[in-house]
């Protein structure tokens, strides 16, 4: 089985090779492939993830490439996790819009919006490239706005499931608390990418919610950065991007006092690339916890297994509507438990969404339209009017001005523009 990531130079790499290396019984991976653009990184991250490989007695073999016709030729399924425009470009996402008294996030708002108009394209051109060259190949969605690059995917037709990491981030974390195996824990996930919620943490079918509430609520309020409150206000576990919803003003003046995420990240990145230029390092060093993505490799392996193997079971990915919520489009993309196997993704059947959640979902899937519409297309108006759409800006004179720096700020990554 050959298994492409485009992005391989990711300092997030060795923790999916890692994932790769332990689960040789599900994925049985002869050829890993990692192409970069970056020769430099793609060095150091391609040494360690052939250390690892061979440290836990793994078969296959890792190959670095640049080239991407080569790296997709023949692939089973091509992962995706590239940052057009690196750490760079997302610190300004997340510093221009404060400018504006708007929240600056790499998958929402303003700065959300920039990183998908940076990003369709390129992701677009790959899967073209895919498709060209092996058809028959899955083409699996790591790269941010995951929601929106997904359906950008399936807007082409291609073969493709969107994938977040927050879902088993959450089954992990509830596991923990009621010491149970992750395995025996389902949930209840309904929303958008970066815009969902935890109705129900069944184990034996039984809802736990009420006993996490009640035992584990101080774990939940620091993991969240909400009260404790808001959280049984709601009977439900929010992600923690509904933060920037729910507290936005909050949320704005924070980041005006601190480092941008890119920043530390830039910082930490640094640092992971000198430990993996050791020749001794064989494994993925305890430092790369704090890179995010936590659980990523699992969720990628189980989802390329599943996707592969015709195995039927259910994950949360982010697929198709198709009726799944009836007050969405059926071509809008949501993130659900879906069973899954050689055809894909099938949403399985979705309690009715309360109006509290559901006019949010509502919303940021029409922004969603508007900014698919203005990533493939191009033009200012179509930014504006994705702006003025979002429920985090929505006033003319604010839409203006980010539309103003966004494209200031990125004319290098839009023609267009």
Not at 124 to 133: S, W
Not at 284 to 299: D, F, H, I, V
Not at 363 to 371: K, R
């Given at each position: 089985m050959k298994l492409t990531v485009v992005g391989?130079?990711?300092?997030?790499?060795?923790?999916?090779?890692?994932?790769?290396?332990?689960?040789t019984d599900s994925l049985?991976?002869?050829?890993?492939?990692?192409?970069?653009?970056?020769?430099?990184?793609?060095?150091?991250?391609?040494?360690?993830?052939?250390?690892?490989?061979?440290?836990?007695?793994?078969?296959?073999?890792?190959?670095?490439?640049?080239?991407?016709?080569?790296?997709i030729d023949g692939a089973d399924a091509v992962l995706l996790q590239l940052r057009v425009g690196g750490q760079a470009a997302r610190n300004e996402d997340e510093t221009w819009p404060l400018e504006c008294g708007c929240v600056g996030q790499e998958t929402t708002g303003a700065g959300g919006l920039a990183k998908a108009l940076r990003t369709v394209p390129v992701v677009?051109?790959?899967?073209?490239?895919?498709?060209?060259?092996n058809p028959d190949a899955w083409i699996i969605d790591f790269t941010n706005p995951v929601g929106i690059v997904t359906r950008a995917l399936l807007s082409q037709g291609h073969k493709a499931v969107g994938l977040c990491n927050v879902a088993i981030g959450f089954q992990r974390r509830f596991a923990a608390m009621l010491g149970v195996t992750p395995d025996q824990v389902s949930l209840d996930h309904v929303g958008l990418n970066h815009l969902t919620w935890e109705r129900a943490v069944r184990v034996n079918g039984e809802d736990m919610l009420p006993?996490?509430?009640?035992?584990?609520?101080?774990?939940?309020?620091?993991?969240?950065?909400?009260?404790?409150?808001?959280?049984?206000?709601?009977?439900?576990?929010?992600?923690?991007y509904l933060r920037y919803y729910y507290a936005h003003d909050e949320v704005v003046q924070e980041l005006l006092t601190k480092p941008s995420r890119a920043a530390e990240v830039?910082?930490?990145e640094k640092q992971l690339l000198e430990m993996y230029a050791d020749p001794m390092l064989d494994e993925?060093?305890?430092?790369?916890?704090?890179?995010?993505?936590?659980?990523?490799?699992?969720?990628a392996v189980a989802l390329a297994s599943s996707l592969l193997n015709n195995i039927g079971d259910v994950q949360v990915v982010n697929a198709l509507n198709n009726g799944t919520l009836p007050f969405l489009p059926d071509d809008a993309v949501i993130e659900v438990p879906a069973t899954i196997g050689a055809e894909g993704p099938t949403p399985e059947p979705v309690a009715p969404l309360e109006p509290l959640y559901a006019g949010l979902v509502a919303?940021?899937?029409?922004?969603?339209?508007?900014?698919l519409e203005a990533a493939i297309k191009g033009g200012s108006e179509r930014v504006f009017e994705a702006l003025l759409a979002h429920p985090l800006v929505g006033q003319i004179s604010i839409a203006r001005e980010l539309t103003d720096r966004l494209l200031a700020h990125n004319k290098t990554y839009l023609p267009w523009a």
């Open positions: 391989g130079g990711s300092t997030y790499t060795p923790e999916l090779v890692d994932g790769f290396a332990r689960l049985p991976v002869s050829e890993l492939v990692l192409v970069d653009p970056d020769a430099d990184r793609l060095e150091l991250v391609g040494g360690l993830a052939r250390r690892i490989f061979a440290k836990q007695g793994h078969p296959g073999r890792v190959i670095t490439t640049s080239d991407l016709d080569a790296g677009l051109d790959i899967a073209e490239r895919v498709r060209r060259t006993k996490l509430f009640a035992e584990h609520m101080s774990e939940l309020t620091d993991d969240l950065y909400l009260p404790a409150e808001v959280l049984l206000h709601l009977g439900v576990v929010p992600s923690y830039a910082a930490l993925k060093p305890a430092l790369l916890e704090q890179r995010g993505g936590a659980y990523y490799s699992e969720a919303h940021v899937t029409a922004y969603e339209d508007l900014a």
